[in-house]
């Protein structure tokens, strides 16, 4: 069993940059591969980034690839969205998802965070 606990989201104005945390119990951190996801209202929840589980090949989306950088830190247990250049369209509430392999689709992941929002100003 896992427990994920992400947090730093907020209010920036567009262009401006946050870094979200996601915090995880238990001492198998390292054996899952990581992803952020994130849902708009009315929208389906979609892929954001991945990273596997020692932290090397990320994966991201288009719309955020160059914008985002997605990290883990196994010795604490913590995985990282670093987001710069920020505009309205990420406004969202963003989930991060332990699963077994970093893939780019929600339904494999088995353990997820509670989320948190992302609101950019225009």
């Known amino acids: 069993q896992v427990q994920l606990v992400e947090s730093g989201g907020g209010l920036v104005q567009g262009g401006g940059s946050l870094r979200l945390s996601c915090a995880a119990s238990g001492r198998t951190f390292s054996t899952y591969a990581m992803g952020w996801f994130r849902q708009a209202p009315g929208k389906e929840r979609e892929f954001v980034a991945a990273?596997?589980?020692?932290?090397?090949?990320?994966y991201y989306a288009g719309s955020v690839k160059g914008r985002f950088t997605i990290s883990r830190d196994n010795a604490k247990n913590t995985v990282y969205l670093q987001m710069n250049s920020l505009q309205p369209e990420d406004t969202a509430v963003y989930y991060c998802a332990a699963g077994q392999l970093a893939l780019t689709i929600p339904a494999p992941y088995k353990y997820w965070g509670q989320g948190t929002q992302v609101t950019v100003s225009s």
């Open positions: 990273i596997s589980r020692s932290g090397t090949s990320p």
